[in-house]
């Protein structure tokens, strides 16, 4: 059988590791050192990955959240409006933050602008907006 | 990472209800009906670990991982109603993450690096071995550096245990397509030279 097949029927559970193991140690062709290769890496891959978890009950919060979505976004959201919005979105990810590594959004101030004048023209001046006073009228008299 | 044993092997079907409401043409968009939304969070629980697997491939920091799947899921929420088939959803979802994670590496240009005392710290509080820590780095970013459609395959081999028939369910795909995805995908592996490495020491 070649190794090819046999690596199939290995992929399909037909047969175990150690039997295909066996089975490439008689042939000495190119093509059985690349499949015992692929044997191999598929064997340490496995073995490394068993203990893989993720450190913390992250799951079934995260999970939890998903399903109760509409309880915590804001009703404003979910009254009529039926596109979601990137506000909506941007709410969301803090509100789910099972992991509790989200920062809350700060607020940012507009910069005001810096007043610049174009060359040649004349410094803006404030509007005066108190009438200017009249002049008395009265005369003094002559004494 | 605890020593735990994978978790046992669940049976995964989209309900009917939860596929009728994926054929309607009247599904709109926004946030998704009750039932559709709880079977999403069943998918979630259920395939947390591939989907955090990804995440901690790329930015190697537990905290930046669990908040990329976070965040990956919440876009997949609010893009449910461009799922086609709710039968290709782990695919989906793996899909959306890996996108997350480049999103993420791309803003920041690469620096997640957990440092090494979180790293003692880590390995100290769940009595792993730290050359058991550095493998699980090491394949988790070489099957992070095959093809999406690859990955996912593997993926569900290595880390859920599945056969050819479950990986092809659970993708939607057929068993013949699996069967050469992953293939490929080991064939890549078996070429890498971090991971001949690994396989001088496990033998």
């Given at each position: 059988m070649k190794p090819k097949h046999l690596l199939s029927d290995y992929l399909n559970g037909r047969i175990s590791g150690e039997e295909l193991r066996t089975w490439l140690a008689k042939d000495t062709s190119r093509e059985a050192r690349e499949t015992l290769a692929i044997l191999n890496v598929d064997d340490s891959c496995h073995r490394a990955l068993l203990?893989?978890?993720?450190?913390?009950?992250a799951p079934e919060r995260l999970a939890d959240k998903v399903g109760t979505v509409e309880s915590w976004v804001e009703s404003a959201d979910k009254a009529d409006e039926s596109r979601p919005s990137k506000s909506w979105l941007s709410r969301l990810i803090p509100a789910l933050d099972v992991a509790g590594h989200s920062k809350p959004g700060k607020l940012q101030r507009k910069r005001k602008k810096p007043v610049t004048h174009k060359k040649g023209s004349k410094p803006a001046t404030r509007k005066k907006t108190r009438p200017p006073k009249k002049r008395s009228t009265r005369t003094k008299k002559k004494t | 990472m605890s020593t735990t044993r994978p978790p046992p092997k669940k049976t995964w079907h989209a309900p009917e209800r939860v596929k009728g409401w994926f054929i309607s043409?009247?599904?709109?968009?926004g946030i998704p009906p009750v039932f559709v939304r709880e079977w999403l969070g069943e998918v979630v629980n259920v395939y947390y670990r591939v989907l955090y697997s990804i995440a901690y491939g790329y930015v190697r920091n537990h905290s930046s991982a669990e908040d990329l799947v976070q965040t990956a899921v919440m876009k997949a929420l609010q893009a449910?109603?461009?799922?086609?088939?709710?039968?290709?959803i782990v695919g989906w979802l793996a899909a959306i993450t890996r996108n997350t994670c480049l999103e993420e590496v791309r803003r920041k240009k690469g620096k997640f690096g957990e440092p090494m005392e979180t790293v003692v710290s880590l390995e100290n509080a769940r009595k792993i071995d730290i050359n058991l820590f550095e493998t699980q780095q090491l394949v988790l970013e070489a099957i992070n550096s095959l093809p999406e459609n690859q990955a996912v395959a593997v993926r569900l081999r290595f880390?859920?245990?599945?056969d050819l028939d479950e990986i092809a369910e659970r993708l939607g795909l057929r068993k013949n397509t699996v069967e050469v995805r992953i293939h490929r995908a080991l064939s890549t592996l078996a070429k890498k030279p971090t991971l001949r490495a690994l396989r001088g020491t496990s033998q």
């Amino acid at each position: 059988m070649k190794p090819k097949h046999l690596l199939s029927d290995y992929l399909n559970g037909r047969i175990s590791g150690e039997e295909l193991r066996t089975w490439l140690a008689k042939d000495t062709s190119r093509e059985a050192r690349e499949t015992l290769a692929i044997l191999n890496v598929d064997d340490s891959c496995h073995r490394a990955l068993l203990d893989f978890a993720p450190p913390t009950d992250a799951p079934e919060r995260l999970a939890d959240k998903v399903g109760t979505v509409e309880s915590w976004v804001e009703s404003a959201d979910k009254a009529d409006e039926s596109r979601p919005s990137k506000s909506w979105l941007s709410r969301l990810i803090p509100a789910l933050d099972v992991a509790g590594h989200s920062k809350p959004g700060k607020l940012q101030r507009k910069r005001k602008k810096p007043v610049t004048h174009k060359k040649g023209s004349k410094p803006a001046t404030r509007k005066k907006t108190r009438p200017p006073k009249k002049r008395s009228t009265r005369t003094k008299k002559k004494t | 990472m605890s020593t735990t044993r994978p978790p046992p092997k669940k049976t995964w079907h989209a309900p009917e209800r939860v596929k009728g409401w994926f054929i309607s043409q009247t599904r709109a968009e926004g946030i998704p009906p009750v039932f559709v939304r709880e079977w999403l969070g069943e998918v979630v629980n259920v395939y947390y670990r591939v989907l955090y697997s990804i995440a901690y491939g790329y930015v190697r920091n537990h905290s930046s991982a669990e908040d990329l799947v976070q965040t990956a899921v919440m876009k997949a929420l609010q893009a449910m109603t461009r799922l086609r088939e709710p039968e290709a959803i782990v695919g989906w979802l793996a899909a959306i993450t890996r996108n997350t994670c480049l999103e993420e590496v791309r803003r920041k240009k690469g620096k997640f690096g957990e440092p090494m005392e979180t790293v003692v710290s880590l390995e100290n509080a769940r009595k792993i071995d730290i050359n058991l820590f550095e493998t699980q780095q090491l394949v988790l970013e070489a099957i992070n550096s095959l093809p999406e459609n690859q990955a996912v395959a593997v993926r569900l081999r290595f880390l859920e245990d599945c056969d050819l028939d479950e990986i092809a369910e659970r993708l939607g795909l057929r068993k013949n397509t699996v069967e050469v995805r992953i293939h490929r995908a080991l064939s890549t592996l078996a070429k890498k030279p971090t991971l001949r490495a690994l396989r001088g020491t496990s033998q």
